[in-house]
């Protein structure tokens, strides 16, 4: 076939096919040559799996943050811990004060109880009566006064002393420790009586 007929066969229906598809496999063999590469590049790799391998498990995964979040709940487990037993602590020692408050109450309610038995209470409805019988036996002789008074319980015979002047129940108490020692042991306890004694302050001075 010489250049005539060759050029003519190029410009004819058939021979612009043969080009057109010499073209598209022409530029469909290059395209597929550089993808292939790509496609080599992305598959994962013989160190990438063993890398995978090496790591482990998802489970076995160790975050720095969970770890330090973990570190801070132990302390805070920790610190209750010590609360408690800072709070078990102080509730034994607020039981052991109660209970050494609670005797101390019960020995002021015995020394209250024992104060009480040693006041003499004048009331006031005696105050009459014993203002008689008080200046009755300021006017007898000592020693007969003694002989009767005597005769009375400590508390009575303390109110008929309270309305007595000073000087003469010196003179009553006197005498009746010359009695004998019994005497002279009622005689001191009818002084603490009469001192202790709630109407006694409350009388003018002579």
């Given at each position: 076939?010489?250049?005539?007929?060759?050029?003519?066969?190029?410009?004819?229906?058939?021979?612009?096919?043969?080009?057109?598809a010499?073209?598209?496999?022409?530029?469909?063999?290059?395209?597929?040559?550089?993808?292939?590469?790509?496609?080599?590049?992305?598959?994962?790799?013989?160190?990438?799996?063993?890398?995978?391998?090496?790591?482990?498990?998802?489970?076995?995964?160790?975050?720095?943050?969970?770890?330090?979040?973990?570190?801070?709940?132990?302390?805070?487990k920790?610190?209750?811990?010590?609360?408690?037993k800072?709070?078990?602590?102080?509730?034994?020692?607020?039981?052991t004060?109660?209970?050494?408050?609670?005797?101390?109450?019960?020995?002021?309610k015995?020394?209250?109880?024992?104060?009480?038995?040693?006041?003499?209470?004048v009331?006031?409805?005696?105050?009459?009566?014993?203002?008689?019988?008080?200046?009755?036996?300021?006017?007898?002789?000592p020693?007969?006064?003694?002989?009767i008074?005597?005769?009375?319980?400590?508390?009575?015979?303390?109110?008929?002393?309270?309305?007595?002047?000073?000087?003469?129940?010196?003179?009553?108490?006197?005498?009746?420790?010359?009695?004998?020692?019994?005497?002279?042991?009622?005689?001191?306890?009818?002084?603490?009586?009469?001192?202790?004694?709630?109407?006694?302050?409350?009388?003018?001075?002579?």
């Open positions: 076939m010489n250049f005539t007929h060759r050029l003519k066969f190029l410009q004819s229906r058939w021979g612009l096919a043969l080009i057109a010499a073209s598209f496999l022409g530029t469909t063999f290059y395209m597929m040559g550089k993808s292939l590469p790509q496609l080599t590049r992305s598959a994962p790799s013989k160190t990438h799996n063993a890398d995978l391998q090496k790591a482990g498990p998802s489970w076995t995964f160790h975050n720095p943050e969970i770890d330090q979040l973990l570190d801070e709940l132990k302390k805070e920790a610190n209750v811990g010590l609360r408690d800072q709070l078990s602590e102080l509730q034994v020692r607020l039981q004060e109660r209970g050494e408050l609670e005797d101390i109450m019960k020995s002021v015995k020394l209250q109880q024992e104060f009480d038995q040693q006041v003499v209470r009331q006031e409805e005696e105050v009459a009566n014993l203002k008689k019988l008080a200046k009755t036996y300021a006017a007898m002789e020693a007969s006064a003694v002989v008074l005597r005769e009375l319980n400590d508390d009575n015979l303390v109110k008929i002393l309270v309305f007595m002047k000073e000087t003469e129940t010196a003179l009553i108490l006197e005498t009746l420790a010359k009695k004998g020692d019994p005497d002279a042991k009622r005689a001191a306890n009818l002084s603490e009586k009469l001192r202790l004694s709630t109407y006694r302050s409350a009388l003018p001075k002579p």
